[in-house]
């Protein structure tokens, strides 16, 4: 038997075909319709914000997101490194001053502690993670960033099903970005993205920079009298007497628009949401309790009262030599394993940027020393749960026994 990562992070059934048909059969327009207007409208319900905005990925939701802060060259932004690149990808051009912000040990989300100790005056945003779908200590962070006037945006990759403390993320500071690419919790047909906030001029400016950002602009009518005048304001005459119509591009805006298709399928996969978080709850908990029978062991498990999302199920063997032993061990049981995120101030593009090993000893020493992530989602079989958990009991025992 082999365990895997899964190709798809959720589950794409009759009713998601049936969806796409009804678009295709209806046929409505492909973009910009009744789809997208309503997918809007559940998953701004679901998250418990004003605005919900959908774009063509969640890289794009982190790249838009960033432009309505309107960062300034020489503000400094400060980030998680436990993360995917896409995080902190869209200020490698902004011309501002990152700052990687070490995490928790046993969250791996952003330690308010340190971040209490990196603020200052010149901190014009705070990039968080909710890493793995367990919800970071918000409450702390936003209040500390609000005491620098610097805003919270949080990334909810991996965080659609996490609430913490009762609300959901994407609604615990001032914007969220959430993924719907297909290894996520839910997905609009392989790729998507979610914006959410409540300022309005937000909304204003996001619907903007997601349909190219242009303006309509009518010039006066510049010939001379006509009887009648022309009956399309574009219409242009031989004589090149017109009134012109002209778009003015007014900033960089780029077309990020969700298909009326994807959009019928968020709706859907909204649908499966609870079900599918459940199930990787229940998966998590079997696995956890396996861990939990072994020294030198950490789960990795929300705060109580708070909900874990479980995009990843991580845990912690605090031994080098034991965790390799256990990663040969699984590997040759038929279970993947994978280490996520390499931590991102080490990747080449940061540490061009001055950034480099030792700025954030727990992210490094997790990833390098004690983390482990195995397979966790909706498409495993009870049988391939039951095959799991007692390989990883066998695993943990010969990694252990040394
Ligand atoms: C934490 C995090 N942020 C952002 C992204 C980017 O999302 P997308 O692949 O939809 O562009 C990912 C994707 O894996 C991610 O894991």
């Known amino acids: 038997m082999r365990i895997s990562f899964p190709t798809r992070g959720t589950i794409l059934g009759e009713a998601e075909i049936d969806a796409v048909a009804e678009v295709i059969r209806g046929g409505e327009p492909l973009t910009q319709g009744i789809w997208r207007e309503r997918f809007e409208q ?197 004589d090149e007497v017109y009134r012109h119509t002209c778009t003015r591009v007014r900033r960089a805006g780029t077309n990020a628009t969700m298909s009326e298709a994807a959009a019928a399928v968020g709706i859907v996969q909204l649908g499966r949401m609870t079900a599918a978080t459940l199930r990787r709850r229940a998966v998590a908990e079997r696995l956890d309790a396996v861990v939990g029978d072994f020294a030198h062991t950490r789960t990795h498990r929300a705060a109580p009262g708070d909900e874990h999302a479980y995009h990843l199920y991580t845990f912690f063997l605090d031994d080098t030599n034991r965790r390799e032993t256990l990663v040969r061990a699984l590997d040759r049981a038929g279970v993947e394993v994978q280490l996520r995120y390499f931590p991102l101030h080490l990747v080449p593009e940061w540490r061009a940027r001055g950034h480099g090993r030792g700025a954030c000893p727990v992210a490094e020493r997790s990833w390098f020393e004690a983390q482990v992530n195995l397979p966790c989602h909706p498409g495993l079989t009870d049988d391939d749960v039951d095959y799991l958990v007692e390989a990883l009991r066998a695993c943990l025992a010969q990694a252990c026994a040394s």
């Open 42 to 238: 559940q998953f701004r319900e679901y998250v418990g914000t004003r605005y919900a905005m959908s774009v063509t990925s969640g890289t794009v939701a982190l790249e838009t997101a960033l432009r309505l802060l309107e960062l300034r060259p020489g503000d400094e932004v400060i980030v998680t490194p436990q993360t995917f690149q896409a995080t902190a990808q869209p200020l490698l051009d902004l011309g501002v001053d990152v700052v990687f912000c070490d995490v928790e040990p046993d969250t791996l989300d952003m330690d308010p502690a340190v971040l209490a100790q990196l603020l200052s005056d010149r901190t014009a945003a705070v990039l968080l993670v909710h890493y793995g779908g367990l919800p970071a200590r918000m409450d702390e962070i936003v209040s500390l960033a609000r005491r620098h006037g610097a805003l919270v945006v949080e990334d909810c990759a991996h965080a659609l099903g996490a609430r913490y403390r009762g609300r959901r993320p994407g609604s615990l500071a001032d914007i969220g970005c959430f993924s719907f690419h297909g290894s996520k919790g839910i997905t609009t047909l392989g790729e998507g993205g979610m914006v959410t906030f409540d300022r309005p001029d937000w909304a204003e400016r996001l619907d903007r920079v997601r349909s190219n950002d242009t303006d309509y602009e009518f010039l006066p009518y510049a010939g001379p009298e006509h009887a009648e005048p022309p009956l399309l304001p574009w219409m242009r005459y031989a």
